[in-house]
């Protein structure tokens, strides 16, 4: 009977702890409780002492992971401000709709100013990533067997890369000659000949979109061979403006600027022609005119002609706007560093775990915090690899992160089942800290 009495208070205790607002209250709870008793014989070690300092292991694995989740989320804002999702493209596609719209002048203006400003933040943002994979490779340059490790991982990129675009050709290249055969095919039966305009059209693009598509391999290497090298340049280029002094360079010029714009426009004149598949957009506007009464009638073919076209803008997007920054990514050295700060996060997640007094402890941490992290910095890492744009690799990564939080949690519950073992916690987990975060911006916790 006492004990029924004893774990039910001890029960209800717990429980006001918990509900209470912040610490002073739960310190006073604490204080005016008579955990003394000796009537019931509650006992002091019953009773967490929340005043305990932490141990210097937990302060040790806090640390580690502070600095690992620090470490993911530089990465994370790099990729964001990056590539298709730039900070100076959305600021330049927000200008344009202002200058486009019957806003004031000095509404224009304005709007004006901030676009070369954010064209300038861009610049720096690239600059900064560059110089940081330029650094990096100059220095570890030293170390010997790195330049081999270097140019592995860096041939791996290229290869990923050179294959998202002649894959995304060959699959693009494809759908346009079935559908405009098939659409060609239905005029012939609806009584156009041959040589009719309209036929001729689809011929022509047809034609340019089977040549071009067998040439992106070519265009690819052409524009990879004159970027070679541009780390150096770019090295160099970082010596002189702190040689010189001017830091305001770093914000209006791309380090490697001379050979970046002279590799640009030549891989600009490449693409020449090719952006409504070898026709002029008033060739294309009257080929939507004539084709308005088929597609009517026909509405399957209406609908394989624009998944055809949609496969083809992504095709051209995919090289006009993200093949160039890839590649000069690259050739700045992003290969190796994007290995390095992997490991080195894995290594950090090391330290962490190690931390832990138990295996059973450490198997738990490892699966709801180290596997999570990784998996979140993984995806997000291989997702830009792919040219998947920043915005959305870091979305693909943090829900990869937390799908595997989820199962983490799942399968650590299900360990302590099967092996019988329930552990204390005695280091800190993404929990606490997320927690911790989230008081401190005061979020509240609506799950838990």
């Not at 004006?112 to 340059?141: E, F, H, P």
């Not at 991982?153 to 990923?160: A, C, D, E, T, V």
């Not at 640009?264 to 004539?290: A, I, P, Q, S, W």
Request: proline share 2%.
């Amino acid at each position: 009977m006492q004990n029924d009495i004893r774990s039910s208070l001890l029960s209800d205790y717990i429980k006001n702890y918990k509900s209470s607002e912040n610490r002073d209250e739960r310190n006073l709870f604490v204080k005016n409780t008579n955990i003394q008793s000796p009537k019931l014989n509650i006992l002091e070690k019953d009773v967490v002492d929340i005043n305990k300092p932490k141990s210097e292991k937990h302060e040790k694995s806090k640390t580690a992971l502070v600095a690992t989740l620090g470490l993911s989320t530089v990465v994370a804002g790099g990729m964001l401000i990056r590539h298709r999702s730039g900070v100076s493209d959305f600021i330049k596609k927000t200008y344009e709709g202002i200058k486009n719209s019957k806003a004031g002048e000095e509404i224009k203006e304005f709007a004006d100013s901030v676009s070369s400003g954010g064209k300038n933040i861009q610049i720096a943002s690239d600059n900064i990533i560059n110089s940081k994979d330029t650094l990096a490779r100059k220095l570890l340059s030293h170390i010997p067997g790195y330049s081999k490790f270097d140019d592995a991982l860096s041939n791996l990129y290229r290869r990923i890369t050179k294959g998202v675009i002649t894959q995304g050709w060959e699959k693009a290249s494809k759908e346009i000659q079935e559908a405009d055969g098939a659409i060609i095919e239905a005029l012939k039966k609806a009584g156009h000949d041959e040589n009719s305009p309209v036929i001729k059209l689809l011929q022509k693009r047809m034609q340019d979109v089977k040549t071009f598509a067998e040439g992106a391999e070519r265009r690819y290497q052409q524009l990879d061979e004159s970027l070679k090298g541009i780390h150096e340049e770019g090295y160099q280029k970082l010596k002189q403006m702190v040689t010189d002094r001017n830091g305001k360079k770093f914000f209006t010029e791309n380090i490697g600027q001379e050979r970046l714009d002279s590799a640009k426009k030549g891989f600009e004149k490449l693409l020449e022609g090719h952006e409504y598949g070898g026709l002029t957009k008033d060739e294309v506007l009257r080929l939507e005119r004539e084709l308005e009464g088929l597609f009517k009638e026909n509405p399957e073919l209406k609908s394989q002609a624009e998944r055809a076209m949609r496969m083809f803008q992504k095709a051209y997007a995919t090289e006009s706007v993200s093949l160039f920054p890839k590649l000069r990514d690259i050739n700045f050295g992003s290969a190796p560093t994007d290995a390095i700060t992997l490991i080195t996060a894995a290594g950090g997640l090391g330290v962490y775990a190690s931390q832990a007094e138990t295996k059973e402890e450490k198997i738990g941490v490892t699966l709801t915090t180290g596997i999570p992290l990784l998996a979140t910095l993984g995806t997000t890492t291989i997702a830009t690899s792919k040219m998947v744009s920043g915005g959305k690799s870091l979305t693909l990564g943090l829900i990869m992160g937390w799908i595997a939080n989820a199962a983490g949690k799942k399968a650590n519950e299900q360990y302590q089942k099967t092996t019988n073992k329930k552990y204390e916690q005695t280091i800190a987990t993404l929990d606490d800290v997320t927690d911790k975060i989230k008081k401190d911006i005061g979020i509240k916790n609506i799950i838990g």
